[in-house]
């Protein structure tokens, strides 16, 4: 069962599972000789029309409105782009939110507002929906012509395109590029002009490369010799973002060229490439800040460029402002120079070989703090009212720019790093070299209003952005299809680097809970391998799900376990040093992780096996005295019999680890590595019990048979013999075990009848999702009594505990959290009378200083941003009266909601999750297939909306499976 839809979505379609061993397919050059010849039909490459070059640059600020309504409880609920918390605690807990934007930490006052939050919610989506204004209503909406067009590369004015495939030529690289911009803000656009030197390494009269939405004026091209500036043809072709500029004469192998290209555009109204963001400042005037997101494919949109991580180059920028505004790059500004009357030229410093992706620049009136560390500034910077929350982000940047610095054994390269909190960002964060973007909630920190909370995920989000300066920034995934050796890295890097440097946070727990997560989406059929092919925009922006991210991480965390802490950090620094400056594939990550193992253990053969199959393994244990025989087999929610043949011949090599009875402690830990389909174990004596997948280190269920109720025993008599985290483990795979049918759901509740002795977060926590899973499934379904009998189960099991909870915000944060959660669960469920003391809470804070925060906020007039509809949707959709009107929210809005969000994304990734995920009967399931296919093959083909279909016939498959048992338990 997953109606819990984890974080991130899935899944770039088309992708072959092997494709780490495929060739890049041939390109087609149209274009070898100079004049373009005609195409036969079978020389093109057919593509169907992408939807994302309709919608864009549509109507700018359509959602103004609908903005403001959203940002106000998006802010209470002080949720981030990732959403990266438990979904129980999504579900659940609150968050405060200091009056100047900053989140902080779910107190019990705050608890108090997280009753009022759902109803503030419903409400909201519900007076959106019904909003006149909306251009997407039932009566407006207009359904798209989904015929696949069929089309042969013909450029803008007719002429043949000399290129055909969606991934550029490899026969002219960039070098250097010249970028001047000028953007201004009071006409919301901008101008600029970019000379690109190129070096060519096939002959050819053509240059191809990337351009979206871009008003280009005027080409040239100049030879090496720089004399000869000549005008040239250029050639647009938007189908694919991308431009041709004919050369007046062929162009000659070794040789370098100046592509020189001036153009206007409008600052974008979307997340991406230049775009513009409108502020209210100090004195409540409204201001426009002007910001850059360029991954994955949007500095296209900002400079003509070649838009793909492989053709790193050297940058200078320069941008024309207005005096009284700053700018900033990724490098220091060199000078700044007087151009026409209050217009100034800044000038920034030439950068170092970086992918397009990792460019940024914004203008803005900002403030900062800053200190030296080892030859480098590290700057914090925002908004000037919210200048007084920035200091906890720059001594935790600091700290952990020395704590990388020390690991990689490598220095980070640039003279600056500034972190910037921008008004409004898609994402949490965005690791451009040296400039680093956040959410203002990401970044700032109040230590008076803050949360212990608040401190953590601020730690997390910097932790992840500095470890993609060298992960990602110095060393970039060749191709989008391994964006894991960025993404997986940084988060790998993240939570180790929190354990090292701030263990009194505890993030292990909280990244335990995203695995979790990870292996429900892992474990459909729709999910992918972690490496997998792309092409198109959409499918690359699905790489940013939860199995680059978390897969990823978890798959470097097992692996370090493995190979000793000492030998990976070695095979790291050997893996950063030999790819500096330049890309990587996979591969090129084993390779040195196998210098370093020199021949004892092919890390490439073990690591393949988990990189290019998607899922993970079911282990199966079974004792007898001292032999141990465990057998490996695919994990999968839905078993389809068309696939039985290929899911019986996934085989993972599975650095299994075990603790027994006689020796549980983690140093006695012992590792066997099951490379076959099953083996035997034998132990040296006869043992109590034994606990597989050592805190959960390891990516893969473990089934443990007849050996369950020895588990159980040992959990009723001495939980303590397992770690917390052992123990959310085995609650966690009974549950799953239990949903697929493996194992009895009776079973499941009698492992966690010793809860009531339980006091470690991580197994309540994941006890109490499971069992909103459960409940969350039976409300929908309509089976109320059933879910109140659960409920009752519930208190039976954990009411003293909740009781117990003091209405205070005191004690060390694990307390802290614990409490958070089971109040948080028990205003939700509407027991234990938390209810009523949370609201007399609220009112007490109302008529104390509670109002003065409150007035405040809508004085500023900041309130919810759409960067926050995602979760409003994910809140409402999980209530009994929300559930239905966010799913119409979502089809009424679709258009405009991918529009704003790009198909793909991972906010429309989660859009979908969430709005789908509480569906568990055939006519629902009917009804999101028909709603989709309605849309254009593009969503259609979504894997996130794959992954939606299939969790609501997992959803139905488990309540036909289990209603019956559940009557009789309950
Ligand atoms: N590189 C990403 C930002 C990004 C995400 C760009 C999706 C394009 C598409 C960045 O490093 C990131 O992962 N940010 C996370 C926060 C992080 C702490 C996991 C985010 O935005 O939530
Ligand atoms: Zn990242």
Redesign the pocket.
């Known amino acids: 069962m997953q109606p819990f839809p984890s974080d991130q979505i899935q899944l770039p379609r088309n992708m072959i599972e092997n494709s780490m061993f495929e060739e890049e397919p041939d390109v087609v050059d149209l274009a070898k000789e100079p004049c373009l010849h005609p195409l036969e039909p079978d020389e093109v490459e057919y593509e169907p029309r992408s939807s994302r070059l309709l919608v864009r640059g549509l109507g700018e600020h359509e959602m103004d409105d609908d903005e403001e309504d959203y940002e106000s409880s998006a802010k209470l609920l002080g949720m981030?782009?990732?959403n990266?918390s438990s979904s129980l605690r999504n579900n659940m807990s609150v968050y405060r939110q200091s009056s100047n934007g900053s989140c902080s930490l779910p107190s019990t006052r705050t608890m108090v507002v997280c009753t009022v939050i759902l109803v503030i919610a419903v409400a909201l989506i519900m007076v959106i929906y019904l909003l006149p204004k909306c251009t997407f209503t039932k009566e407006g909406c207009h359904k798209r012509n989904h015929t696949i067009e069929l089309i042969y590369p013909l450029a803008t004015n007719g002429k043949l395109f000399p290129w055909a495939k969606i991934r550029l030529p490899s026969d002219v690289v960039p070098l250097h590029y010249d970028l001047v911009l000028q953007p201004n803000l009071t006409t919301l656009k901008f101008s600029g002009s970019v000379k690109i030197v190129v070096n060519i390494i096939h002959v050819t009269w053509k240059i191809v490369l990337h351009s979206s939405g871009l008003n280009i004026t005027k080409a040239t091209i100049t030879s090496a010799g720089g004399h000869q500036e000549k005008l040239a043809e250029f050639l647009e072709y938007p189908l694919h973002d991308q431009i041709a500029v004919m050369a007046p004469e062929a162009l000659l192998v070794g040789q370098n060229y100046t592509v020189n290209l001036a153009y206007s555009s409008k600052l974008s109204d979307t997340y991406y490439g230049f775009y513009k963001i409108s502020y209210k400042d100090e004195n409540l005037k409204q201001r426009w800040f002007a910001a850059t997101?360029f991954?994955?494919v949007a500095a296209r949109s900002a400079f003509p460029c070649f838009d793909e991580p492989a053709f790193k180059a050297t940058f200078l920028i320069k941008i024309k402002r207005d005096e009284k505004l700053s700018t900033m790059s990724n490098m220091p500004k060199k000078a700044t120079t007087p151009v026409t009357n209050g217009i100034v030229q800044d000038e920034f410093f030439v950068s170092l070989k970086m992918s397009t992706y990792l460019v940024a620049f914004v203008v803005a009136d900002l403030k900062n703090i800053s200190r030296e560390t080892n030859e480098s500034l590290v700057s914090v910077y925002a908004i000037p009212q919210h200048l007084n929350q920035v200091e906890y982000a720059l001594n935790t940047s600091v700290k952990l720019l020395e704590f990388y610095q020390n690991y990689f054994l490598i220095n980070y390269p640039l003279e600056k790093l500034d972190l910037v909190a921008i008004p409004d960002l898609q994402?949490?964060?965005?690791?451009n070299w040296g400039l680093i973007t956040f959410r203002e909630s990401?970044l700032l920190f109040d230590s008076h209003t803050s949360s212990a909370r608040d401190k953590k995920s601020v730690t997390?989000?910097i932790a992840?952005?500095l470890a993609?300066q060298w992960f990602?920034n110095l060393v970039t995934m060749e191709w989008w299809n391994d964006l894991w050796l960025?993404?997986g890295f940084?988060?790998f890097m993240?939570y180790f680097a929190m354990e090292e440097i701030f263990p009194e946070l505890h993030s292990d727990e909280d990244f335990l809970n995203l695995i979790f997560k990870a292996m429900m989406k892992d474990s459909l059929n729709s999910s992918h391998p972690v490496s997998s092919a792309v092409q198109s925009s959409e499918q690359i922006?699905e790489m940013?799900d939860a199995l680059s991210?978390i897969k990823g991480a978890s798959l470097l965390l097992m692996l370090k376990h493995y190979l000793t802490k000492d030998v990976f950090q070695a095979g790291i620094e050997v893996y950063l040093h030999n790819h500096k400056y330049g890309c990587a594939q996979s591969d090129g990550l084993w390779d040195s992780m196998n210098e370093i193992t020199n021949g004892t253990l092919d890390v490439k053969k073990l690591m393949k096996t988990w990189i290019v199959q998607k899922g993970f393994p079911l282990v199966t244990v079974v004792r007898k005295g001292k032999i141990i025989s465990v057998k490996q087999e695919k994990y999968l929610y839905l078993v389809e019999p068309e696939n039985w043949t290929s899911d019986a011949s996934y085989l993972w090599h599975i650095p299994l680890t075990y603790i027994t009875s006689s020796c549980n402690f983690t140093h006695c830990t012992n590792a066997y590595l099951l490379d076959q389909k099953s083996a035997i174990i034998e132990l040296p004596e006869e043992v109590e019990w034994i606990k597989f997948n050592v805190d959960m280190n390891g990516y893969y269920i473990v089934h443990y048979g007849e050996d369950w109720k020895t588990l159980i025993d040992l959990l009723k008599k001495n939980h303590t013999a397992l770690s917390p985290k052992d123990r959310a483990n085995l609650i966690n795979n009974i549950f799953n075990l239990a949903g697929l049918g493996k194992e009895s759901l009776e079973k499941a509740f009698e492992l966690i009848d010793y809860l009531n002795k339980e006091s470690s977060t991580a197994p309540l926590t994941q006890a109490l999702f499971q069992l909103s899973l459960i409940y969350n499934l039976l409300e929908k379904k309509g089976e109320q009594q059933l879910a109140s009998r659960l409920m009752h189960r519930i208190e039976r099991l954990l009411g003293d505990k909740i009781d117990q909870q003091s209405w205070t915000d005191d004690g060390a944060l694990s307390q802290r959290e614990l409490r958070s959660m089971l109040l948080a669960f028990a205003c939700t469920h509407d027991i234990r009378n938390c209810r009523t003391t949370a609201t007399e809470m609220f009112e007490k804070w109302v008529n104390s200083n509670g109002t003065i925060r409150l007035m405040q906020n809508s004085l500023e007039g900041e309130v919810i941003r759409t960067q926050e509809l995602s979760h409003i949707i994910a809140t409402v959709s999980q209530s009994l009266p929300g559930y239905l009107l966010a799913w119409d929210f979502v089809k009424e809005n679709w258009e405009k909601l991918t529009q704003k969000f790009h198909l793909g994304?991972?906010t429309i990734q989660n859009i979908i999750s969430w709005s789908t995920s509480q569906f568990a009967t055939k006519a629902h399931l009917m009804e999101v297939k028909s709603f989709f296919e309605s849309k254009s093959e593009q969503s259609s083909q979504l894997h996130s909306v794959k992954e939606a279909i299939e969790t609501i016939q997992f959803n139905i498959q488990w309540m036909e499976r289990n209603l019956a048992m559940l009557q009789e338990l309950l």
Request: avoid cysteine; aromatic fraction near 14%; charge should be negative.
């Open positions: 981030s782009f990732m990266r997101q991954e994955p994402s949490g964060a965005m690791e990401a997390a989000v992840h952005e993609h990602g960025n993404e940084a988060t993240e922006e940013f991210y994304s991972y």
